[in-house]
């Protein structure tokens, strides 16, 4: 009787989670606690904790991926939806794309195309993290081009594009660099305001610029339809994400499918933000957690978003030179793809400068363009590097 009692001793978590579990599960608790006491991202950070959690907790098998056998019976829930819903059909942040050009008004954009540029300028950071992960994979971290390419996209501080490349190109840094994406754009009030006075002057904050014009229906129509054919003929690979954003755009922007309009940004985008959060939690185990790669992953995607932020300022600095009519630079800061947080913190600094500033409507121009910048690096690089 003794014997068995220890038999099914050994058999439970208490006897085998570790200390690096324990760790873990702490983590997961503070993005819980940052979610709901802080408000930081928690339709992100809530359901990714809950997922670090529920991962790091020993025995259950909830992660186990199914084998070649189909749905064999030892496979577990988030392992199913990792594996069918990023690593082998990667549907997940195409439908949340979905989801967010139904909520896209790219009337900002129409109005003043040059913001596009700012969008542009902004993916600057994807590319430095890139070229540093191969400068850290010569040096003796596991990096190939593959895994640098995943760590690189990081600066466009968009989850959907960071988790939809990395599940294509590098899935066993998955979790790393998804929570690292979300968990930067959940610090974006704290990361980019020193950076944006650092790098701007009390004049130039001070830059008002005049409304916007009012833009046409039959514009809004044309803008994604034309996107949509124009990006995907120069970059096929980036179909999933810019055609299911372009399709969600128009119809919002039509007028004639107000329930698909609704579905597509409440319950479908919310269903697919609750598998893809929770599964990308999941992927945050300890073994994976404590790892010198980690902390590499995590300089490497500070430094992106950092160049990305001050590349749209600089950028808009040189614009300056050769416009009449001024750019506030800190708009320029909202070229990083975290909408709408990082254009409300240009309106806000730029408030902060003078009162009579409103640059929310001219900063969402080059945030909604580094949504459609990162997603074309990202099909660049998986045509590449695939």
């Not at 590349?311 to 009449?324: D, E, R, T, V």
Request: aromatic share 10%.
């Amino acid at each position: 009787m003794i014997e068995q009692l220890l038999d099914f001793i050994r058999t439970t978590g208490v006897a085998n989670i570790g200390w690096q579990d324990v760790v873990m599960i702490f983590v997961g608790i503070l993005f819980i606690y940052l979610a709901i006491k802080k408000d930081w991202e928690p339709y992100e950070l809530l359901p990714i904790g809950l997922g670090i959690i529920a991962a790091n907790l020993p025995l259950t098998g909830l992660i186990t991926p199914p084998t070649s056998d189909s749905l064999n019976q030892e496979a577990g829930i988030f392992g199913i939806f990792f594996h069918y819903g990023l690593s082998f059909w990667n549907i997940l942040p195409p439908i949340i794309f979905l989801g967010l050009g139904a909520l896209t008004d790219f009337g900002p954009v129409i109005a003043n195309p040059k913001t596009l540029l700012l969008g542009a300028a902004a993916q600057i950071g994807i590319f430095v993290a890139f070229w540093g992960a191969l400068m850290a994979g010569s040096l003796g971290m596991n990096f190939g081009i593959k895994e640098a390419a995943s760590i690189g996209i990081i600066g466009g501080a968009d989850g959907p594009t960071t988790i939809f490349l990395s599940a294509r190109l590098a899935p066993e840094i998955l979790g790393i660099t998804a929570v690292i994406a979300y968990s930067y754009m959940a610090a974006v009030a704290f990361i980019q305001p020193p950076l944006m006075k650092l790098f701007t002057t009390e004049k130039e904050r001070q830059i008002v610029m005049r409304p916007l014009r009012e833009v046409s229906k039959l514009e809004k129509l044309i803008f994604p339809n034309v996107a949509l054919i124009a990006i995907i003929l120069v970059v096929p690979k980036s179909a999933p994400l810019i055609a299911m954003f372009m399709i969600g755009n128009l119809f919002r922007e039509s007028g004639a499918v107000p329930r698909l309009t609704k579905s597509a940004s409440n319950e479908i985008l919310n269903i697919a933000t609750i598998f893809l959060m929770i599964t990308v939690g999941t992927q945050l185990t300890a073994d994976r957690v404590f790892d010198w790669q980690t902390m590499v992953i995590l300089v490497l995607g500070l430094v992106a978003f950092s160049c990305g932020t001050i590349g749209g300022i600089l950028f808009a600095k040189i614009m300056n030179l050769f416009l009449n009519e001024k750019i506030n630079p800190l708009i320029g800061s909202a070229g990083v793809s975290a909408v709408p947080m990082a254009a409300r913190i240009s309106h806000h600094l730029g408030q902060e400068a003078n009162p009579n500033n409103f640059l929310l409507p001219h900063a969402m121009g080059p945030n909604v363009a580094g949504v459609i910048g990162s997603a074309v690096i990202a099909g660049v690089f998986i045509s590449l590097v695939a």
